[in-house]
């Protein structure tokens, strides 16, 4: 409480007509006064921001379903988006249960400063042990000498070589390959190429598992979704890990590094209430349902109404937290209306949500509606995307060039561009690496990108069998 009122009176001291608010773990946001009482509410509200952004960015460019993809330095955080974002009703933190309602993301060790060594019997491993921000991959010159994603891809020439955050972070090209061949090239007796090619392989395969769990084991197509990446290091692996996956189309914004803090911009006031009250579906009176409601209405409502949320920008939303009965856990399900016809049309959603979250359903089964929940929206002002005008040539103007690896005995000279000098229109046929301030972009033999009017890479992917 002390710090949230400290970082409140902190901004509002610099911007005294500005609202504060606090992202929170179910994508919405709150006051410092509101997440006092319930500070369990801000647990991994961090990821949460850029699928928000993610969602926003899809509604503008009209397209529904999404994989989001945040790489950041020591970890890999992932949702998949079949029109409106998935939530879950407990996380886990360092192995302990946290019954919190939140936007449904999974994380896994992977990112550019994950580790690489070779474990017994000659196996490459990648992560998820970080060298941190401090002494961080070998290149950075802070006394680092494993090996991390980040060494592989500058060996790679997937990264400037000598440069980072548009020149404002010298590197040392020299000691990511002497971090490589230590950490793994020696004993795999290979070229420092084809050991850092490797690194990005293991790592690739460590994210598109981690990516079909969440896609293909619950009834998603990777193929019907667009990939948002986004983080420092998003872009940079994207291209390769949606052709493992079978991606077709990547949506890349701007300023990928600091989309998250974008997708902050774009949320909505939220706050819920809610209350569990044991009730089998098949007895469950409507004139009950309609009074439970409408009590957990009043109180949302009076909640909004003391964040200055004005009347008409309140917006309230009916989930019913359903199971099998016996079950231990519930699926949230709208709740629309109480007739006969939308009580068994509950009854559906819940079986279509269980089959596709868990890979099986019982239809014959009784159900059991156990948490009574209502959420509440003060929906405010999103900053609009500007749009720019088309280029004068679709012909995007090349940097420089330098080597870059795509895979064993694949070393093409690669043209290099500046995104800041990209505008609408503008295509890229791969290989190509695109270089900006928050990240860098490597598209891949046969890949091609165009830039859109608010100045995102649109990446087409040759279609597999």
């Known amino acids: 409480a ?25 994508g919405g946001a709150a006051s410092a006064g509101m997440l006092a009482a319930t500070p369990v509410q801000t647990m991994m509200s961090g990821p949460v921001a850029g699928v928000i952004g993610s969602r926003y960015l899809g509604d503008i460019k009209n397209v529904e379903n999404l994989l989001t993809f945040d790489v950041g330095g020591t970890s890999t ?5 079949p029109g ?13 249960p946290v019954r919190s309602e939140a936007v449904d993301i999974d994380t896994i060790g992977a990112g550019g400063g994950s580790l690489a060594s070779i474990q017994l019997g000659g196996v490459l491993k990648v992560g998820p042990q970080s060298a941190g921000a401090r002494p961080g991959p070998a290149c950075y010159m802070r006394g680092g000498t494993e090996a991390t994603l980040t060494d592989a891809l500058v060996v790679l020439g997937h990264l400037n070589p000598e440069v980072l955050l548009d020149g404002a972070m010298p590197i040392d ?19 420092v190429s084809d050991a850092a090619w490797g690194i990005l392989t293991v790592l690739s395969a460590n994210v598109v598992a981690a990516m079909r769990t969440i896609t293909v084991e619950r009834g998603y197509d990777p193929r019907e979704f667009t990939l948002i990446p986004f983080g420092g290091m998003g872009p940079t692996t994207a291209c390769k890990i949606a052709v493992d996956l079978g991606v077709r189309r990547i949506l890349i914004p701007r300023d990928p590094g600091t989309f998250s803090a974008y997708g902050m911009l774009v949320t909505d006031i939220q706050q819920e209430r809610s209350v569990t009250k044991l009730t089998p579906l098949a007895t469950a009176e409507p004139a009950m349902l309609e009074e439970m409601y409408r009590g957990l209405e009043v109180k949302v409502s009076a909640d909004l109404l003391r964040e200055n949320v004005p009347q008409h920008q309140l917006k309230l939303l009916r989930f019913a937290g359903m199971r099998y009965s016996g079950q231990s856990y519930e699926v949230m399900v709208p709740a629309a209306g109480f007739s006969k016809q939308e009580i068994e049309d509950m009854g559906a959603t819940f079986h279509a949500a269980h089959l596709r979250r868990y890979g099986h359903s019982a239809d014959n089964q009784p159900l059991e509606i156990v948490n009574f929940r209502v959420v509440g929206l003060g929906v405010i002002p999103k900053p609009r995307l500007r749009e720019f005008a088309p280029a004068s040539s679709a012909t995007a103007p090349v940097e420089n060039r330098r080597p870059v690896y795509f895979g064993v005995d694949l070393t093409l000279d690669t043209p290099v561009y500046r995104r800041a000098r990209l505008e609408p229109g503008m295509e ?25 009017k608010y100045l995102n890479l649109e990446v087409d992917l040759p279609a597999t069998d």
Not at 173 to 191: F, G, I, P, Y
């Open 428 to 452: 890229i046929q791969g290989p190509a690496v695109i270089e900006e301030k928050t990240s860098t972009t490597v598209l891949y033999p046969r890949q091609s990108a165009r830039v859109d």
């Open 84 to 96: 409106r974002p998935l939530t879950k009703s407990e996380l886990t933190v360092a192995r302990h």
């Open 77 to 81: 955080d992932m949702a998949v988006i």
């Open 2 to 26: 002390k710090y949230l009122q400290d970082l409140e009176n902190l901004s509002l001291g610099y911007f005294p007509k500005a609202r504060v608010l606090m992202m929170k773990s179910d």
């Open 173 to 191: 090209a020299q000691k990511s390959r002497d971090a490589v061949t230590k950490s793994a090239a020696t004993e795999l007796r290979m070229s």
